[in-house]
């Protein structure tokens, strides 16, 4: 009996949602005549071409991916299950781990999988290495607010300095949401930064 890694959530259930999906999905793009969106949610599009997929390989037709769908969809092992487990964590913390949260508990802001804070350090700190490793890839990731970013949250910049800049693009409680265009670009750069070995 075939064990499904990932589906389509059904009922009260949390959305899927996560980097293993955009995979996912860029495979069915890569190998199907579908062209659904690559946003890393697990929805109606992924399922329907999932399904086109197990049809036209003879495969069992569910629209999930299962542990004979995966390797011919993406020709490699199974994920682990460390991967699978983020999938689910990141479908109750609503972020996909790439997204930037605002002041909602006193840290100023807080982004990735691992939380990293603004008021530890830790946000300025990384910023400061990607600079100073990779220069070319906060501009791609912020653009033109490169400068803006750096002089506000880089390692230069003073806590307070850090803070007041982190409250003026918190949004209001209760979802404390990142104001554009600093939302935007933190995903970016989490995005970029695996063509960057960070």
């Known amino acids: 009996m075939a064990r499904d890694f990932f589906k389509r959530s059904t009922g ?8 293993v999906i955009r995979d996912v999905q860029a495979s069915l793009n890569a190998i ?17 071409a999932l ?4 049809s036209a390989r003879g495969l ?13 969809l993406m020709h490699s092992a199974e994920p682990p299950i460390f991967e699978r487990c983020l999938q ?10 790439t997204l930037i949260e605002g002041n909602f508990d006193g840290a100023g802001l807080t982004w990735g999988i691992i939380g990293f804070t603004l008021i530890n350090g830790e946000i300025s700190s990384l910023l400061g290495e990607i600079n100073s490793r990779f220069p070319d890839l906060l501009s791609q990731a912020f653009g033109k607010e490169t400068a803006v970013l750096m002089q506000n949250l ?3 910049a003073s806590a307070d300095q850090r803070m007041a800049f982190a409250r003026s693009i918190s949004g209001p409680p209760p979802k404390f949401r ?6 935007s670009g933190f995903g970016n750069l989490l ?3 695996d063509s960057h070995s960070i």
């Open 12 to 19: 009260r259930s949390a959305r899927v949602v996560g980097s």
């Open 154 to 156: 880089g390692p230069n």
């Open 60 to 72: 069992p037709v569910t629209g999930a991916v299962s542990d004979t769908t995966w390797p011919e």
């Open 51 to 54: 399904s086109g997929f197990q």
């Open 32 to 48: 199907t005549a579908f062209a659904i969106a690559v946003d890393g949610v697990f929805g109606s599009q992924t399922e329907q």
């Open 191 to 193: 995005v970029l930064k």
């Open 88 to 97: 689910v964590v990141a479908s109750f913390e609503g972020t996909q781990f």
């Open 178 to 183: 990142v104001a554009e265009p600093w939302r």
